[in-house]
């Protein structure tokens, strides 16, 4: 604590009135995540007013850019090709800060959090200007500003789970993958991790001397579900399917059906406006841990 509860109190006490006065017009990056933890703070502030989301606007005129971070990382990052950090290169002559997040002393990491408020705002009135110049700023505010709030209600409820159905579900493709891995096993004739890329590597281009399968511009062997598929297309072997079955039942149960929501049993995932080239939705874990 830098202040007594009393001016800590006070102190939070005008941020809410700012922050839930609607007059006060607000700019945010990312405003999905910033309005949740006001929301789930202790004094419950519900922020009015945001009049436009530069991660939004980027991506209404650069939708691409979703696209290129996933398939340049293989997954999709929050943010992504609309970061903070990306949109400061872009729009503004500030020197690159981000690395301050991570320096240890309080000094810096409160200039790290100003830029960050100076820099969006400065990001804001370019991307505007870019929105009004390749004819997508009625778009936006017709079809993707109005989301955002009808998102965060939908994240703060969250999706109530049937959990004795997704036990169910659980066991079921528990017992299947180990049904598939005893398979795997005799075939091969030794265990194997098909989880392990090291171990899967091994056993297709070393062992069963596979010929090898490289990610997309790249020398770098790949062992994942394209490369199995071209190979199970050529060798017509069981094993194919064995591996992509374990992988696939592994994700699944991973991914869905360890989750069992909150304490009421509800799944809440953070739904992402900017995830897509195409304008569908994507979700994600969200700050509650679920989803």
């Known amino acids: 604590p830098y202040w007594r509860l009393e001016e800590e109190i006070a102190i939070w ?59 340049a990382t293989g997954k999709h990052r929050i943010g992504g090709g609309k970061s903070l950090g990306l949109l400061c290169s872009i729009y503004t002559r500030q020197p690159y800060y981000k690395h301050w997040g991570k320096s240890g002393t309080d000094e810096v990491f409160w200039r790290y959090n ?6 969006t705002y400065e990001c804001a009135d370019v991307i505007v200007k870019e929105m009004e110049e390749f004819g997508v700023k009625e778009f936006y505010y017709k079809f993707v500003h109005p989301l955002i709030p009808i998102l965060l209600k939908m994240q703060m409820k969250g999706v109530l789970l049937d959990q004795k159905v997704r036990e169910d579900a659980k066991v079921m493709y528990e017992q299947e993958t180990v049904e598939l891995t005893e398979k795997l096993d005799g075939a091969i004739g030794h265990i194997v991790n098909v989880m392990s890329p090291k171990q899967l590597k091994e056993l297709l281009y070393n062992e069963l001397n596979l010929p090898p399968q490289y990610k997309k511009g790249t020398t770098t062997l790949t062992t994942g579900e394209e490369a199995l598929q071209t190979l199970s297309n050529k060798f017509n072997s069981p094993i194919f399917d064995l591996i992509l079955g374990i992988r696939g039942n592994r994700k699944l149960i991973g991914t869905y059906l360890n989750d069992s929501g909150g304490e009421d049993g509800r799944m809440r995932c953070s739904y992402v406006i900017g995830g897509t080239e195409t304008g569908r939705l994507s979700s994600r874990e969200s700050v509650f841990r679920s989803g």
């Open 114 to 119: 100003c830029m960050d408020a100076c820099v």
């Open 13 to 71: 006490q005008k941020v809410k009135e700012v922050m839930e006065d609607e007059k006060v017009e607000k700019i945010a990056q990312n405003a999905q995540f910033d309005i949740i933890m006001f929301i789930i703070n202790p004094y419950h502030t519900e922020v009015k007013g945001l009049v436009f989301d530069t991660m939004c606007g980027h991506h209404t005129v650069y939708p691409e850019m979703a696209a290129s971070e996933t398939q």
